[in-house]
């Protein structure tokens, strides 16, 4: 996925596949990330982190199709990171990694 253009404030938001890799976006303090994180067909995400821990909270919701909505919001104007993973349902498919900073 390529890099989000430029500073935008407001809720930003971003849209995730497995297969596209890792992310990088600049926001302007006070902005939130609303991601969505889709799954591809099958597989569950695990928990979005944060680092460094208390940069920003996540509160996040999966559908029926098992893809993950959720609302970053930043405590301040540190920069952080978010990771998480979809493991797929099949055990012989590989896990794949996200990572957004």
Not at 51 to 65: E, K, L, R, W
Not at 84 to 100: A, G, K
């Amino acid at each position: 996925m390529p890099a989000v253009n430029g500073c935008p404030s407001g809720t930003v938001a971003i849209t995730h596949y497995p297969a596209w890799g890792d992310s990088t976006a600049c926001v302007k303090v006070g902005s939130r990330l609303r991601l969505t994180l889709a799954t591809g067909g099958s597989g569950t995400w695990a928990p979005v982190q944060v680092m460094p821990g208390g940069a920003a909270t996540v509160a996040s919701t999966t559908d029926s199709a098992g893809t993950m909505h959720a609302m970053v919001t930043p405590a301040g104007a540190t920069a952080f990171c978010l990771s998480t993973s979809l493991t797929p349902e099949s055990p012989t498919d590989p896990v794949y990694s996200w990572r957004l900073c």
